[in-house]
């Protein structure tokens, strides 16, 4: 009896939450016709985080702030999409991390585009086929994707927001461990679980293979093979977990950026993304990092890549702490200008 009045609370509790649910939706699409009007995105990741950490400070439990974050990733993907249904463009098929990711800053209820490479990830929200992809860029065990920096080189895209999704991989086989004689993965994820491959299956052919979810497909089909993939993958293919959390470190997480045709409004907690090529003389890096220090400017990151226009010419990759709109980084960058044969903003955007 205890149990049915309790019951008979959260019903009544459900029918508010559900009244209060479209009648923000209502408000919503309200704001999303001032939007149209006024031509502003209707992905906003400035507004979504001063939302959810506003209500993260407010919550006094029992749900945790994942809880918080979670519910609240719905209701905004719900409410977007009543103001525009969002194409989103990821490395398919369903079930890679790329995909993960996506699902995570966009809820479920935007329509996903799987593709097949970076460059028609780029080239979909170039021609306007998607309104966001999403790109991996950097692994915390295995470094940059290089693939994804080359293609910033070319393209007008920017950078919108970032996500960081921790990575746990898993060994899916209809056969048992003994019986492996394939092991099929995107390199990342192989290199990722190197030391646990070579002490479990030493000598086993590693294939590689362009994402997670393609090694899982080719699994299902060849007898005595495996894949490296996530547990997602394993429920969405029917794929048996043989083993859990085989990459070679705890702390394994990976960054995705999402790519869009503008750059985000500043949040007090923002990075900016540079691609930059210098002139070859003596002391030319130095010189390039010289304004971000003047101006107190935290660098988070430093890359290079071959130009592949001329032997040893290189473009250079730097995240930073700030936000295209403050002073002092567009200071920073005005006194880099004259030190560079080319340089480019990839984006303001969010902190992940």
Not at 38 to 63: A, C, F, Q
Not at 173 to 191: F, P, R
Not at 302 to 313: D, L, N
Request: net charge positive; proline share 4%; glycine share 4%.
């Amino acid at each position: 009896m205890e149990i049915e009045k309790l019951r008979k609370e959260i019903n009544k509790i459900d029918d508010k939450i559900l009244d209060l649910l479209n009648k923000r939706a209502k408000v919503a699409i309200n704001i999303g016709k001032n939007k149209k009007k006024t031509r502003v995105s209707v992905y906003m990741p400035d507004r979504e985080r001063d939302v959810i950490s506003s209500l993260i400070k407010k919550n006094l439990g029992p749900l945790n702030s994942d809880a918080i974050k979670n519910i609240y990733c719905e209701i905004m993907s719900a409410s977007m999409n009543l103001q525009k249904k969002l194409t989103i463009a990821y490395l398919g098929p369903e079930a890679t991390y790329t995909h993960e990711a996506a699902t995570k800053k966009f809820g479920l209820s935007a329509d996903y585009k799987p593709l097949t490479n970076m460059k028609e990830i780029f080239s979909a929200v170039e021609k306007g086929i998607a309104d966001f992809g999403i790109v991996p860029v950097e692994n915390s065990t295995e470094g940059v994707v290089t693939h994804t920096l080359d293609m910033f080189i070319g393209s007008d895209v920017k950078i919108c927001d970032e996500i960081l999704l921790p990575i746990s991989h898993c060994l899916l086989s209809m056969s048992k461990k003994k019986a492996i004689k394939k092991v099929y993965s995107k390199d990342q994820a192989l290199a990722q679980c190197s030391i646990w491959l070579q002490k479990n299956l030493q000598g086993v052919p590693l294939k590689d293979v362009y994402s997670t979810a393609q090694a899982v497909k080719l699994a299902t089909k060849e007898k005595s093979s495996a894949a490296i993939a996530s547990q997602l993958a394993s429920r969405l293919y029917n794929l048996p977990v043989i083993a859990k959390n085989i990459e070679d470190l705890s702390v394994n997480v990976t960054r995705f950026l999402v790519i869009g045709k503008e750059s985000s409004r500043p949040t007090g907690d923002d990075k900016v993304s540079l691609i930059f090529s210098l002139k070859d003389k003596v002391g030319a890096l130095y010189s390039s990092l010289n304004p971000f220090y003047k101006h107190k400017i935290n660098l988070t990151k430093i890359e290079s890549r071959p130009s592949k226009r001329k032997i040893w010419e290189y473009y250079f990759f730097v995240d930073l702490e700030g936000h295209c709109e403050e002073k002092r980084v567009r200071q920073a960058i005005e006194e880099l200008k004259p030190l560079c044969t080319f340089l480019k903003i990839l984006g303001s955007y969010p902190r992940g």
